[in-house]
């Protein structure tokens, strides 16, 4: 049996007795490369030098990216921690065997284990809204001590085209009629044979902006747009340090059970979202909302590996990330010729994502209005994605700009601003058939 091959980046005086140990007669392995720092370790595992790397927690730049960088070059992670404390922090950054002091039979057998590797680098690699009053909430940050003993929330993915066919109220909405906001508008929901049936139980929702195009959750809630949100959350993730508590404390309360973790304040700010630490921020969420709805942005294509290396960060990470994660993607496109288009377009562009999206998709055709396709435009529309995109159960919303206009104006949600609302009311049915794939609280 060929020996391991190692890749030691252990620092003090703990590398001397690694590499005596692995270097021994009859341990089964050897040191290919004695690593400086962490440049050099993530240069000898793309070269295939080695298929072990063994780590100590103070080596500078340890983080969940390099472990991710380390992985897909075919290296497994050890890890030697210095207490409790960064044992915890080197399984939270994705190491395949975390040792609490060096122990030389507990190093050769980690070593020498063939367990599949971990991937957390699966993916690709203020104040009121222009100056108008009203419009800016005072949200609350309630503690989160630990996670609730319940089974894991679910993540809710919206996306759609380039256009602005409604992505961001579509996400607001459903966030909002999960948490149960703003009740049923008036409306009685009926059940089997005519009998009225009771409203859903409400849900503790979590609304997160990952669009790192054109980020507005901030200024869409009257929320101030330079809180850290989910650009300190990934930060948090990508160290190794993001628990619930953690993240509930960049999570503001806007209302009652509902939770919004802001974007980032500017698009040039996307390299601070890798896709390694957005799958760790929406794990937590799951632990900390019964449903998560993510906010995406409209570019899924993974281009840049044709202009740059490998181990560039990529611009559309965090979308990939999202979906990727998604028990349900839900596409938004507007309801008009040209969004129709880009629509059928973007189904197809969804079907070859460079990531496995294995979620739930649901299609929803935003702003319909007879000046823009004709008479019985809800049939119209989907008549169309039916006939060019295959899509026979489209979900259609009912234009009500002078509603949307108001709640914007007002920093709030059409459930809190405009609850009879018939866009809102078609929201309300949305997450109703959503709530299918959707866990609901205990």
């Known amino acids: 049996m060929a020996a391991v091959t190692v890749l030691c980046a252990v620092r003090g005086e703990d590398e001397t007795a690694v590499v005596v140990a692995l270097g021994a007669p009859g341990s089964g392995a050897t040191v290919t490369r004695r690593c400086g720092d962490l440049a050099e370790l993530l240069a000898a595992a793309a070269a295939g030098v080695g298929t072990v790397a063994v780590v100590s927690a103070d080596l500078p730049g340890l983080d969940r990216e390099a472990v991710g960088r380390l992985h897909r070059g075919g290296v497994r992670v ?22 609490e002091g060096l122990d030389e039979a507990a190093l050769l057998d980690a070593v020498r284990d063939t367990a599949p590797l971990r991937d957390p680098g699966s993916v690709l690699d203020a104040g009121t809204p222009f100056g108008l009053p009203g419009a800016v909430r005072t949200p609350s940050w309630p503690d989160v001590e630990a996670a609730p003993d319940r089974a894991p929330g679910a993540v809710v993915a919206v996306w759609g085209p380039v256009g602005a066919p409604g992505r961001t109220t579509t996400a607001v909405e459903l966030a909002a009629a999960f948490a149960g906001i703003g009740g049923r508008g008036g ?9 009225e049936a009771p409203a859903p139980a409400p849900a503790s929702a979590l609304l997160v902006d990952a669009d790192t195009y054109g980020s507005s959750l901030a200024a869409r809630l009257g ?157 119209a529309v989907r008549d169309a994605l039916a006939r060019y995109a295959g899509v026979e159960d489209a979900h259609v919303v009912p234009d009500d700009g002078p509603a949307l206009d108001a709640a914007v104006l007002a920093g709030r949600s059409l459930a809190e601003h405009a609850p009879s609302s018939p866009a809102r009311l078609a929201f309300l049915e949305l997450a109703d058939r959503l709530r299918a794939v959707v866990p609901q609280p205990a």
């Open 187 to 195: 409306r009685r929901r009926r059940g089997a044979r005519g009998r």
């Open 223 to 379: 929320l101030l747009d330079d809180a850290p949100g989910l650009a300190a959350a990934a930060r948090a993730a990508g160290q190794g340090a993001l628990d619930l508590p953690a993240l509930a404390r960049q999570c503001p309360v806007v209302a009652p059970g509902l939770r919004v973790l802001t974007g980032i304040t500017r698009a040039a700010r996307w390299p601070e979202l890798p896709a390694s630490a957005l799958e760790v921020v929406l794990e937590r969420a799951r632990e900390l909302a019964d449903v998560t709805v993510v906010d995406c942005g409209p570019v899924i294509e993974a281009d840049e590996l044709l202009m740059y290396d490998t181990h560039a960060p990529q611009r559309n990470a965090a979308t990939l990330a999202a979906l990727q994660a998604a028990d349900v993607v839900v596409v938004v496109g507007a309801a008009d010729p040209v969004g129709v288009q880009r629509l059928v377009r973007a189904l197809e562009d969804l079907r070859e994502a460079p990531v496995p999206v294995s979620g739930r998709v649901v299609v929803v055709a935003n702003r319909v209005r007879a000046s823009a396709v004709g008479a019985k435009p809800d049939v």
């Open 78 to 99: 050890v890890a030697l921690s210095d207490g409790a404390a960064s044992a915890d922090r080197l399984r939270a950054l994705g190491a395949d065997a975390v040792l």
